[in-house]
């Protein structure tokens, strides 16, 4: 994902005119929580899902998806959220959706409790709280032309928009980029990005308050992904808008979000102002996975740093560890992290984690010294160079080469390689954690 703000939008965008979109009557009711006041409530949050088994059915274990999530999301912010693949991410955004039962828990949105509303109590509530989907080519209606699929909101809460449906429809293609001449056309004339724009038009079509974008551009070239992600950005600010952006990697929500919340089996294990959680991770977990993002800027390219890469796989949730369930592939664990998960505490302000041991924070458990054995095998630290550094090292290399193929050295010439546009960094051990 490039940085934010470089991209121009694809072919089809059609950019301007955002002002004259007409606002569905409904929206016009201001939003009870002011920017910056508690917007979304969210308390102990548990969603296992039951395994069942044989003739009778009978629950044999469960799995851990969402496993006591406690935060909130603030009016008119971004939280991004993020953590490797199966850490329960999508099943945490269906709760607070309510697409999802959960197993216990609290939700509360502007202040009601919501987490038990039957269908005919939450109809009002779907206008404010919309989600966008990770699959672009999936979450749309393949038999449904895009007018249609734009304006199902409206039909389906019977809002009767000023002006007409299409003309609304209309207009909110057109401010999502997309060209409201195409507003008969079926999804798959379009390409992955635009029917990512389809799936915004829609979440928004009804101005929600809140949303939540599942992965919204994971399936995407990474060549609009940045356009993609500007859309948001640009469409937050235009429509008051609060976002919950889920990703499984830390670049893609980087330049969006006020926050950060990292995630682990089930558990929220630190949560943060983005500058802080950039600046001084204090779960080694989120070290980790900041450790596996590249550096964008271009100033750094070319140094040379070191890495933590993660060894082994994510646990089972079925069967997740004791204690601290980032025991087994922590390299500071000691005994109590086995035995005694860490609460979730605020040691700085605005700065949860849920750690023993955490970075650049007093030790909570001081005492606690005995590494476990697993903690010496938990990680490789990788040396790594950046393409645009083996490039320099290549091109002082070649004129030495060619003016004295002979000469004495002790070391070897830099292994040449193509000029690569992305500043990712080559890992020279093992890949990134996802
Ligand atoms: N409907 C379901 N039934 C059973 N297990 C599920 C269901 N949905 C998700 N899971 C499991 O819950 C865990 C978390 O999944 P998910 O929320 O999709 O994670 P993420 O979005 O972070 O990749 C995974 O182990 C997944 O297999
Ligand atoms: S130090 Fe202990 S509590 Fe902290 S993340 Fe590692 S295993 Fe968990
Ligand atoms: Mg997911």
Known sequence: MTEKRDAAPDAAAVPEKAEQMTIPEQSKKPSEAKAGETLLKVEGLVKHFPIKKGLLQRQVAAVQAVDGLTFDVRS????????ESGCGKSTMGRLITRLLEPTSGRVEFEGVDITHLGTARMRPLRRDVQMIFQDPYSS???????????????????????GGLKKTVQEMLERVGLNPEHYNRYPHEFSGGQRQRIGIARALALKPKLVVADEPVSALDVSIQAQVVNLLDDLQDELGLTYVIIAHDLSVIRHVSDRIAVMYLGKMVELADRKDLYTKPMHPYTKALLSAVPVPDPKRRGTKSDRILLRGDVPSPIDPPTGCRFHTRCWKATEICAVKEPSFLTLEPSHQVACHHPENAPDQAPEDTKLLSVAREAIDVVTVTTAADEAEAEAEAAPEAEAAPAADTDE???PASDPAPDPAPAVKKAADPE
């Open 76 to 83: 008119g912010e971004t939280l991004g959220v993020v953590g």
């Open 140 to 162: 749309l209606n393949p038999r449904h032309t895009i007018g249609t699929i734009v304006g199902a909101p409206f039909k389906l809460q019977g809002v009767k928009p000023e």
């Open 412 to 414: 070897a010439p830099a």
